[in-house]
């Protein structure tokens, strides 16, 4: 692929090398148990706003039963999941929005190259795009084995930390 249409030269980062793991990343992101997507962090650069990290893909995937059975693949909306835990750590590290909880305000040109299955490690590449109070935009770009699998522009909101309880209550 062109390098010069790629968020970043993959010699700049070492997947070996991780500055966060799973729990850092709990410091940051609400999800948890079958919603959690990723793995580890292994490189973030504030200067350029670019963060990377990866989820490895195991035989214990809640979607592998059922997508598809005998062939296994990873949903695209899982893909896009992954790159927005990614840019929800990145925002909430830094602080870069207001609110304890970042969720999806949309999605941009979204395409679906290849597939991913169990046993790949999914790498995400997301670089900070454009930021306002109220909304943050990023690029995202997912590779197994050096192939660009997905990509797309993804949009992120601050939501109040008691959206949950709201839903919670028991009615009248």
Known sequence: MPKQDLILDPAEYDLDRVIADIERIRRYNPQRYEMEQLTAIVYEDPERQICVGYKDITPNEFWVRGHMPGMPIMPGVMMCEAAAQLAS???????????????FGGLENVRFRGVVRPGDRFVIVARLLKLRRTIMTCQFQCFVRDVRVCEGILKGIPLPADLGQASSAPAD
């Open 89 to 103: 750590y990145y925002t909430h590290k830094y602080k870069l929005l207001e609110g304890a909880v970042v969720g």
